[in-house]
């Protein structure tokens, strides 16, 4: 298994699992993580995601390059749009999903961190886009969702120059959340942000995390068009009437996701 996947008290753990080619990403790790995050859709109990590389060395250290030496322009085209809808499974999902980068997120690596919500890094972590020093270009989504996190002078230079950064230097560049020092403390934050997720509404955190990740793309008009209209949405839920009543008598909410 290149994927490997459980889940706990509401909170998905995803790995990916190739630790002597760095977690590189072949077509089968491709589809299996693809399968992975269909199911999580389907799985009502999950609430939050947490993806991460297996071993001590890489988050992923890129899409393999030795499976796409053998491609015709075809097929890498057809490979580099496989890759961008897996990837965008996670940015339509209304679930949050949190990268703990371990290590090297370099390429189509650094691009599966780019498409979560939250990029959580050990002090280890490494990132960039080697691609152009190979004689091709980021085609997992790494030229659209590093311009539109960081901004466009920001992707130009990481891009052009196939240089990688630490995890100082991306947290500075506003690409990590926060650092942390070993594996450990890396994931018990991240889950204990899981928890702290899980708590609220899913449906509010849901329709936040559309409001956000869809209206970046809309004017700030139609931004604010979205959003309300997404608030008078979730108006009408279950979750909204428990947690305004529960503040108005003074008690926890008992969210039941509906
Ligand atoms: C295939 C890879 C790989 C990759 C590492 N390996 N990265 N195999 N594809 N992207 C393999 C190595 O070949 C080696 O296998 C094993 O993993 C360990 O790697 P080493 O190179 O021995 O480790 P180290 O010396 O520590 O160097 C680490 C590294 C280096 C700096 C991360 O491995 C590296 O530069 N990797 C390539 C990074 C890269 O260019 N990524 C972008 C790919 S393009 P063996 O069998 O020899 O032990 C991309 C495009 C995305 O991602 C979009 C596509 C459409």
């Known amino acids: ?45 999950i609430k939050c995601v947490i993806v991460t590389g297996s071993g001590e060395k890489a988050f992923v250290a890129g899409a393999d390059i030795e499976y796409m030496q053998k491609l015709t322009p075809n097929e890498a085209l057809k490979f580099a749009r496989l890759g961008q809808e897996t990837l965008h499974l996670m940015e339509v999902s209304n679930k949050p999903y949190i990268a703990c980068v371990n290590g090297y997120a370099l390429g189509g690596g650094f691009e599966v961190a ?18 152009v020093s190979l004689g091709i270009l980021p085609g997992f989504g790494g030229t659209q969702n590093l311009s539109r996190l960081a901004g466009k002078l920001i992707a130009k230079e990481l891009i052009f120059s196939a240089k990688m950064i630490d995890a100082a230097k991306a ?49 700030k008009e139609d931004g604010l068009r979205y959003e309300a209209s997404l608030f008078g949405v979730v108006f009408s839920s279950v979750d909204a ?15 039941t996701g509906g």
């Open 1 to 45: 298994m290149n994927v490997l996947f459980e889940s706990k008290n509401g909170t998905g753990y995803l790995t990916i699992n190739r630790p002597d080619k760095l977690n590189a990403l072949n077509i089968d790790t491709i589809n299996e993580l693809k399968e992975t995050f269909l199911k999580v859709e389907q799985d009502k109990t």
């Open 114 to 131: 780019l498409s979560c919500d939250i990029i959580f890094a050990q002090v280890n972590a490494k990132f960039g886009f080697p691609e």
């Open 171 to 219: 947290k500075e560049l506003g690409i990590v959340n926060e650092i942390y020092q070993t594996r450990e403390e890396l994931l018990s934050a991240a889950k204990e942000l899981a928890v702290q997720i899980q708590k609220n509404a899913p449906l509010a955190v849901g329709f936040a995390k559309r409001a956000i990740v869809d209206g970046f793309g809309l004017s």
């Open 241 to 255: 009437k428990e947690g305004l009543s529960a503040f108005v008598e003074k008690r926890k909410p008992n969210y």
